[in-house]
């Protein structure tokens, strides 16, 4: 869930709402702004490595960002 959220965020398919509530989340919250760095450059590596998405692993995400995303979500 938090990883398609994340993917949506990133290739900008969220609706304009969610997008500004998670940017302004990030924007207060360098947790989940580093998480998000981190799964980016995840994503960068597994471009390079792998042919399949389905290979590339990614480090556990905190629970900070897991509700940070249920927040956003939740009030669409
Ligand atoms: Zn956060």
Redesign the pocket.
């Known amino acids: 869930m938090v990883e398609e959220f994340l993917m949506a965020y990133l290739d900008r398919e969220l609706g304009l709402w969610t997008r500004l509530r998670f940017k302004f ?2 924007l207060i ?1 360098s ?2 702004t580093n998480y998000l760095q981190e799964y980016k450059n995840t994503i960068a590596l597994g471009n390079r490595l792998f042919n399949s998405p389905d290979e590339i692993a990614v480090n556990k995400v905190p629970d ?2 897991l ?2 995303i249920i927040n956003v979500v939740k009030t669409d």
Do not use: G, K, N
């Open positions: 989340h990030l919250c947790d989940c900070e960002i509700q940070a």
